[in-house]
């Protein structure tokens, strides 16, 4: 399975984005989904994981303005990333967590003034 994540763009600081992660085989129902994200010069690092049970987390400085989700079949999944923030600007992958799909091309969100 290699995901394909879409709805990245430019957007101002304090703006909001929600990208989407179309894959099959209702692997997000049967593995835990994650979120991803790469900055320029970074590691790619987790940002945001649901559990298979439902359980979301998410970390460091994106608590409290992502919400992560998916739909019932597990096929489609969802970053709504609220008051983003310049050091928000990274190319944002989905993937299972731990990592077990092919890494998709990411979309590319960039927050500036």
């Known amino acids: 399975v290699q995901p394909v994540e879409s709805g990245g763009g430019w957007v101002q600081p304090g703006g909001s984005l929600t990208l989407s992660c179309a894959a099959s085989e209702n692997i997000f129902r049967k593995y835990d989904l994650g979120w991803y994200r790469q900055a320029p010069g970074k590691e790619r690092d987790l940002v945001a994981r649901?559990?298979?049970?439902?359980?979301?987390t998410t970390l460091g400085s994106v608590k409290g303005r992502f919400i992560i989700s998916r739909d019932a079949a597990g096929n489609t999944a969802y970053l709504q990333m609220n008051n983003l923030k310049p050091e928000d600007t990274a190319v944002y992958y989905c993937?299972?967590?731990?990592?077990?799909?092919?890494w998709g091309q990411g979309t590319l969100v960039t927050v500036s003034s």
């Open positions: 649901l559990t298979t049970g439902g359980i979301t």
């Open positions: 993937n299972t967590y731990p990592v077990g799909a092919l």
